[in-house]
Every structure is written in structure tokens, then in C-alpha cells.
């Protein structure tokens, strides 16, 4: 079955860090380019990051480029998103979607951002 | 960024009723959309990809059409499970960018 299981969301406090994991199974991880995609309790989507297949071209959202890290491990059939500096408004569940047309979506991880 | 307006924002319809959604982009971006649905708690679907290609597994009662600014997501006959909110989203460039989505409630 082809998969994307995130992991490592929690509650953090402003200013601090986190680093989410992206498991992928079931297909040829390195063969695709992974996105993370976040929402915001009650709100829509939003596209924070991309990743290319070789980790060679990245991209980011102006409301996280700066603070936001993402990385891969072809290895290991992992993405990951370093976050740092966190506010109340990176409060979020937190998606990893698959390739140009995001048509594999992990199950979302929750970032809560409180004091 | 490329700007993407849904419309409605939701609408009530019966089993059985034929469903339409719109969505907008600021500006020209071909056939690069997709249609996704978002069950309440669950992560979103690819429903439809390229404005009008049919992702594997999702009903024929879903379909979509369009190119350059103008698009739309067309239920044939609205089933129960059907009931969701709906998002289109660009793939002509970065950063991605999503309509605001609308919400499909039960009449």
C-alpha cells in the first residue's frame, strides 16, 4: 500500500523548535518529489514547502522561508521539516503530500504552538 | 503568488442533486489544477488532476473541466459520502496555492 505516515507534531513554546518526520512506504520514494502542506484549525490550506526528488531544488512559503528546514533521507524513505521560531500562527496540522499533483497524503501531524 | 478563488464558499444540496464548483486563478496556469476533498478529521484526497483527469479509485460521478483561469468540479449525483469540503489548487507554479475551499452540507 502506498503510504505517508508523519510523526513528531506536539505542543511546543513560542520561540521553540520541532522537527517533523515523513515515513513513505509502498513506492519508490526517491522516484518523487514530496510536499509539506499545513492547516490551520478550522481553517484551509496552505503550501509551505517542496522538495525535488535528488533534495537538489527546494522551495519555501514566505511565511516560513527563514525558519522552516526541509530535508530528505532517500536512504531511509524519509522527508523531514526542521522548525524553528515557532509563533502561535505555526499552529497546525501538518501534511506531507507527494509529487507535482499531491496525490498521496499522510494523515497529518498537530503542532500546537502555547505557552 | 498565483491567487485562487473558490465559489461558493458552501452550499446545501440533497442526495442526488448535481453539484458545481467553480474556481478562479488570478491568471493563466493551462490545465495545472487540481480538485481535492477533505472529509471532517481526515486528510485531503486527490480527486482530480490536469483540471480534468480522474484520479485512480474516484468515482465517475466526479469530473472536472476548464483550462487557463476558469475551472469547475461537477458532482453528477451527490451521495452521502459526498459531503466534504472541496479545495482546488494550482500546480503551474511556486509556491502552491489553494482556493479557499467550499463546504458541501446536507439539505
Known amino acids: 500500500e502506498v503510504q505517508l505516515v508523519e510523526s513528531g507534531g506536539g505542543l511546543v513554546q513560542p520561540g521553540g523548535s520541532l522537527r517533523l518526520s515523513c515515513a513513505a512506504s509502498?513506492?519508490?520514494?526517491?522516484?518523487?518529489?514530496i510536499n509539506w502542506v499545513r492547516q490551520a484549525p478550522g481553517k484551509g490550506l496552505e503550501w509551505i514547502s517542496y522538495?525535488?526528488?535528488?533534495?537538489?531544488?527546494?522551495y519555501y512559503a514566505d511565511s516560513v522561508k527563514g525558519r522552516f528546514t526541509i530535508s530528505r533521507d532517500n536512504a531511509k524513505n524519509s522527508l523531514y521539516l526542521q522548525m524553528s521560531s515557532l509563533t502561535a500562527e505555526d499552529t497546525a496540522v501538518y501534511y506531507c503530500?507527494?509529487?507535482?499533483?499531491?496525490?498521496?497524503w499522510g494523515q497529518g501531524t498537530m503542532v500546537t504552538v502555547s505557552s | 503568488a498565483v491567487q485562487m478563488t473558490q465559489s461558493p464558499s458552501s452550499l446545501s444540496a440533497s442526495v442526488g442533486d448535481r453539484v458545481t464548483i467553480t474556481c478562479r486563478a488570478s491568471?493563466?496556469?493551462?490545465?495545472?489544477l487540481g480538485w481535492y476533498q477533505q472529509r471532517p478529521g481526515k486528510a485531503p484526497k486527490l480527486l482530480i488532476f490536469?483540471?480534468?483527469n480522474l484520479h485512480g479509485g474516484v468515482p465517475s460521478r466526479f469530473s472536472g473541466s476548464g483550462s487557463g483561469s476558469d475551472f469547475t468540479l461537477t458532482i453528477s449525483s451527490l451521495q452521502p459520502e459526498d459531503f466534504a469540503t472541496y479545495y482546488c489548487?494550482?500546480?503551474?507554479?511556486?509556491?502552491?496555492?489553494f482556493g479557499q475551499g467550499t463546504k458541501v452540507e446536507i439539505k
Open positions: 491568471q493563466d496556469i493551462r490545465t495545472d
Open positions: 509502498g513506492f519508490s520514494f526517491i522516484d518523487f518529489s
Open positions: 490536469a483540471a480534468s
Open positions: 503530500a507527494r509529487a507535482v499533483a499531491f496525490d498521496v
Open positions: 489548487g494550482q500546480a503551474y507554479n511556486y509556491p502552491r496555492t
Open positions: 522538495i525535488s526528488m535528488s533534495g537538489g531544488t527546494i
